[in-house]
């Protein structure tokens, strides 16, 4: 899926987000993980969370109190690993955890970013019936960061993979897909007081570059941007958006995608001359 360079990147990242996570939680837990990857001595988590059935425990994710232990509850019923919840669990892990609504029948678990505490990096979205929906596997699970929109109506929550940006209210939608092995990736920014989606360019000895912007139309419901555009050197060249995969996109600004020729069919045989009938014998 990605190419040996942007494995390189991902994985070099990871590991940045891992240490940072890990100076966040104030270092590895000193308890040992009790029967069922729990500690003994949480007390974030309802005891009597532990016996929910899944019917049980999808009611209370509503619930102001029990939300949280609605959540890991389920997460363990599912019999799901997410990097937001690890086997090993302690209170100081639970308080960097955030459960928000995303719609009448949606939630979200996942950490909160030590800037912006909308933002839930390696984030489980969990649904009214109990299920549990992981947006992304490996090195792709731990660069996930889902935007928790302030507006909905005016800017949605969107979840921001590697490669991808997902629509993640009641349902789970692509808004905008990259070509595959593209240099540039999303960003969620703030103009003015309105967010947008930045597509920027990653630069060892600088800040990103910001290569593309594109804004929400709440009336529409899509994303307005370029679909191909070109990258300031280096590297140069130009990035291409999946038009096809995007389902929230409409295109604007930028350069023309390059346009296949026209495959005109084939002439047909020319056709008899039609005899006049005075030509014919008697």
Request: proline residues 10%; aromatic residues 4%; charged residues 25%.
């Amino acid at each position: 899926m990605f190419s040996a360079r942007q494995n390189l990147v991902l994985v070099v990242t990871a590991v940045l987000l891992a240490l940072q996570a890990a100076c966040e939680r104030g270092g590895p837990p000193a308890t040992q993980p009790a029967r069922g990857g729990t500690t003994a001595a949480l007390t974030r988590i309802a005891p009597e969370s532990r016996n929910w059935s899944k019917a049980e425990a999808a009611e209370k994710l509503a619930d102001e109190q029990l939300g949280l232990s609605a959540a890991v509850r389920l997460v363990r019923l599912a019999g799901a690993t997410p990097l937001c919840l690890p086997e090993t669990l302690t209170d100081n892990q639970l308080e960097h955890l955030r459960l928000a609504r995303l719609g009448t029948s949606r939630w979200v678990l996942g950490v909160t970013a030590r800037d912006d505490v909308r933002r839930l990096r390696a984030p489980v979205l969990l649904s009214a019936d109990g299920d549990v929906e992981l947006l992304g596997e490996g090195v792709e699970e731990e660069l996930t960061v889902l935007y928790l929109a302030g507006q909905p109506d005016v800017f949605p929550h969107v979840a921001i993979l590697p490669d991808r940006v997902l629509l993640t209210g009641d349902e789970t939608e692509p808004a905008i897909v990259l070509e595959p092995d593209e240099l540039v990736h999303f960003e969620c920014r703030e103009r003015n007081g309105y967010p947008y989606l930045a597509l920027v360019l990653p630069r060892a000895a600088a800040a990103a570059a910001e290569v593309a912007a594109y804004k929400w139309d709440p009336y529409e419901l899509v994303f307005v941007g370029p679909a191909v555009d070109a990258l300031p050197d280096p590297p140069g060249g130009r990035f291409h958006i999946d038009v096809a995969a995007s389902r929230r996109l409409e295109p604007m600004g930028g350069e023309l995608p390059d346009t296949q020729p026209i495959q005109r069919p084939p002439a047909s045989q020319p056709r008899p001359p039609v005899q006049d009938s005075r030509d014919l014998p008697a």
